[in-house]
């Protein structure tokens, strides 16, 4: 699939979306939505209306997720669908504020190919393709930018943005919490009340993370491909209900501050055998990689393919506790880091038929280690790779490999 095509297309839908919804502003029709406090417009459905005719009529096999309409287009268990939020902030639109967007997300089953959030009333369009980047277009003449976020700033001078589902009520101790812990933690945390405004903001540079509690999916998910595009971590709770997306520093300090990932790794060690102290790693690059890239994970442990192979499906097992070294791993870090190279086996078995596997790590700079962020190797060997495999792991020590 041509996934440049599909993004022009995507921006161009939400552009035209956006215009439709700041010339309707002044006679936008208002109803109630569903049974709670949620309203919608003529201007939600119709717009909605208009893109999902676009990518049946180009895509026909594919299927749309819309917010207003729900399941449309092909069946739902198409290899892709797009997600659709055709007014996204209606509540601010109705209230006459200039904070609203259009959100178009692209998927091949649960992973984000191509996402696009448009700021309506100013005409900026956020987009990225996985892989490609993110990018900020602002008319149809100029070229795009490209967006990279930094790694961050400490929590007592950032401002996050914070951004919960209809569903979550007032009552929800959680969500009450977690936006206590925010206030307290952070310089400042912005209620939107629309994610198409709020990622505008976090890839710019103005926003340190974005932090979403129980979200509606078309709302979340471009966005994050848009994040982690421009260089943004992500950290998800194991119940799938927390996202932190933003710059890497910041979410390492609000995962600390919100217990994002700590909960199930509490639940999983013993009293007797507490974490060791984690030391400064937070340069590292495995933090960066999205987490569409995962080929297995654990809750205390993912794969991923090396960078730089120095084998057909060469793959590291790296712990998402950020520590220097296998040695400072927790025994469960280690049990889990270990099934997964079965795992990850299994797979390169199925994928690859190597003739055999080398499984280890380096430990220190005087082992060759240049990452300092723990992590074990699987490299598939095949027969002929090298002209005398004699020894094995013992090449790490040139010349002394043969006996």
């Not at 909605?48 to 749309?64: F, G, K, N, T």
């Not at 007592?156 to 919490?177: C, K, L, M, S």
């Not at 848009?226 to 992500?234: F, T």
Request: proline share 5%; net charge negative; glycine share 10%.
């Amino acid at each position: 699939m041509d996934l440049r095509s599909a993004a022009e297309l995507a921006i161009t839908l939400a552009r035209e979306a956006g215009d439709f919804a700041v010339a309707e502003h002044d006679t936008a029709r208002i109803e109630a939505k569903g049974t709670g406090a949620d309203l919608v417009t003529h201007v939600d459905r119709e717009a909605e209306a208009r893109i999902v005719q676009a990518l049946r009529e180009r895509y026909p096999e594919h299927a749309i997720l819309g917010e207003e309409e729900g399941e449309q287009g092909a069946a739902a268990g198409a290899r892709h669908r797009w997600l659709i939020d055709p007014l996204d902030g209606t509540h601010n639109y109705v209230l006459g504020l200039d904070v609203y967007g259009v959100c178009i997300t692209l998927c091949e089953g649960d992973r984000p190919l191509v996402a696009v959030v448009h700021d309506s009333p100013r005409r900026r369009t956020f987009w990225a393709i996985a892989g490609a980047g993110a990018w900020l277009s602002q008319g149809e003449d100029e070229e795009p930018r490209r967006l990279v976020l930094g790694t961050g700033v400490p929590l007592d001078r950032t401002t996050v943005a914070f951004t919960q589902g209809y569903e979550v009520g007032h009552d929800d101790e959680r969500r009450n919490d977690l936006f206590t812990s925010l206030e307290r933690g952070t310089k400042r945390v912005l209620r939107s009340w629309a994610p198409s405004s709020d990622w505008g903001l976090l890839v710019t540079g103005q926003l340190g993370a974005m932090v979403a509690y129980r979200n509606e999916i078309w709302d979340l998910v471009g966005g994050t491909l848009l994040a982690e595009e421009a260089g943004g971590a992500v950290r998800t709770d194991p119940a799938g209900e927390l996202i932190v997306v933003g710059r890497p520093q910041t979410v390492e300090e609000l995962d600390a501050l919100l217990g994002v990932t700590r909960a199930a790794t509490e639940a999983r060690l013993s009293e007797d055998a507490p974490l060791p102290e984690q030391k400064d790693v937070a340069s590292s690059p495995f933090t960066r990689i999205p987490r569409r890239e995962r080929i297995a994970e654990s809750s205390l442990a993912f794969a991923v393919h090396d960078a730089h192979p120095v084998s057909p499906g060469h793959a590291l097992i790296i712990p998402v506790r950020q520590i220097p070294t296998w040695f400072d791993a927790s025994p469960e870090e280690m049990r889990e880091a270990l099934e997964l190279v079965d795992v990850v086996k299994a797979r390169l078995d199925a994928e690859h038929a190597p003739d055999g596997y080398n499984v280890g790590f380096n430990a220190g700079a005087s082992a060759g280690q240049t990452v300092f962020h723990a992590h074990l190797h699987v490299i598939p060997r095949y027969s002929g790779d090298v002209d005398d495999p004699t020894g094995g792991v013992r090449h790490a020590v040139i010349g002394k490999g043969f006996y």
